[in-house]
């Protein structure tokens, strides 16, 4: 049995997080952490059916879930999300910052439109959610946990076509380190996860097509990662474990990036 002061560390009962992304892949699989942990959750996506699928789930483990349609790019939408999380569970603690894109193009053949709309979801949206959670959080005067999920993709592209990807990611963590001077005097902790190669609905297709075989000698560990994986880190930065940790990077890669 835990001692009762380990099961403190790492639990998250009475909080209520916003999970954004996560009707399906790392974002599902974090959602599905945090109420293992003890969290109610708003599992917000653009995909109305699969959000309200994934809050069934949550709901069969013995949590209230509340699932919300969001674009994160969009201002209004953002804002309605905090609000109807507030109005559900009255008060929000945690945000994870998941929702992305990364539509592969090289830039030769890139638009403006994709290249825009890259950045309105992976680090507009973060920028929204980020300001509109954090008014909230400030507000129950308790603290609370921001965490971004990132890519290693920030530091370092891993195939062509995804400069645009790139750019975005590294943005996050760079937002990330100003959030966290910002806000830490009213106890909100910002910090970043930066996932490797992660098998996913999203990714399945491309890794059977030979991108997990050729990855998969590069990493040191000699496997690729898990919604498992980054869910567990992400629990981790959201704990009171993690209290005294803000404005840093936690990369989740197998050792990817050490070789």
Same mark, same amino acid.
């Given at each position: 049995?835990? %001692?009762?002061?380990?099961?403190?560390?790492?639990?998250?009962?009475?909080?209520?997080?916003?999970?954004?992304?996560?009707?399906?892949?790392?974002?599902?699989?974090?959602?599905?952490?945090?109420?293992?942990?003890?969290?109610?959750?708003?599992?917000?996506?653009?995909?109305? *059916?699969?959000? @309200?699928?994934?809050?069934?789930?949550?709901?069969?483990?013995?949590?209230?879930?509340?699932?919300?349609?969001?674009?994160?790019?969009?201002?209004? *939408?953002?804002?309605?999300?905090?609000?109807?999380?507030?109005? @559900?569970?009255?008060?929000?603690?945690?945000?994870?910052?998941?929702?992305?894109?990364?539509?592969?193009?090289?830039?030769?053949?890139?638009?403006? @439109?994709?290249?825009?709309?890259?950045?309105?979801?992976?680090?507009? !949206?973060?920028?929204?959610?980020?300001?509109?959670? *954090?008014?909230?959080?400030?507000?129950?005067?308790?603290?609370?946990?921001?965490?971004?999920?990132?890519?290693?993709?920030?530091?370092?592209?891993?195939?062509?076509?995804?400069? %645009?990807?790139?750019?975005?990611?590294? !943005?996050? #963590?760079?937002?990330?380190?100003?959030?966290?001077? @910002?806000?830490?005097?009213?106890?909100?902790?910002? #910090?970043?996860?930066?996932?490797?190669?992660?098998?996913?609905?999203?990714?399945?297709?491309?890794?059977?097509?030979?991108?997990? *075989?050729?990855?998969?000698?590069?990493?040191?560990?000699?496997?690729?990662?898990?919604?498992?994986?980054?869910?567990?880190?992400?629990?981790?930065?959201?704990?009171?474990?993690?209290?005294?940790?803000?404005?840093?990077?936690?990369?989740?890669?197998? !050792?990817?990036?050490?070789?």
């Amino acid at each position: 049995m835990l %001692h009762p002061e380990i099961e403190r560390l790492f639990s998250l009962e009475g909080s209520v997080a916003i999970v954004t992304g996560s009707a399906s892949g790392i974002g599902r699989g974090i959602a599905r952490r945090l109420v293992q942990a003890g969290a109610d959750v708003t599992v917000a996506d653009r995909d109305r *059916a699969g959000a @309200e699928r994934t809050a069934a789930e949550l709901r069969d483990l013995g949590r209230r879930a509340l699932s919300v349609e969001v674009d994160v790019s969009d201002e209004a *939408a953002v804002i309605a999300m905090v609000n109807r999380t507030m109005q @559900e569970f009255g008060r929000l603690d945690i945000l994870v910052n998941n929702a992305g894109v990364f539509p592969a193009m090289r830039i030769l053949d890139m638009t403006v @439109e994709v290249w825009d709309r890259v950045m309105a979801v992976n680090l507009r !949206g973060v920028f929204l959610c980020t300001r509109e959670a *954090a008014r909230a959080i400030r507000a129950g005067k308790r603290g609370g946990r921001v965490v971004n999920i990132s890519s290693i993709e920030s530091f370092h592209p891993s195939f062509p076509g995804l400069a %645009h990807y790139c750019a975005s990611k590294s !943005g996050v #963590n760079l937002f990330t380190q100003g959030a966290a001077m @910002e806000f830490a005097k009213d106890g909100i902790t910002v #910090n970043t996860v930066c996932p490797g190669a992660t098998l996913t609905e999203g990714t399945e297709q491309a890794f059977k097509a030979g991108v997990q *075989a050729a990855l998969e000698p590069r990493i040191p560990l000699r496997r690729v990662g898990t919604p498992d994986d980054v869910s567990s880190a992400v629990l981790f930065l959201a704990s009171p474990a993690a209290a005294y940790i803000t404005g840093t990077t936690l990369t989740v890669d197998g !050792g990817y990036m050490v070789t």
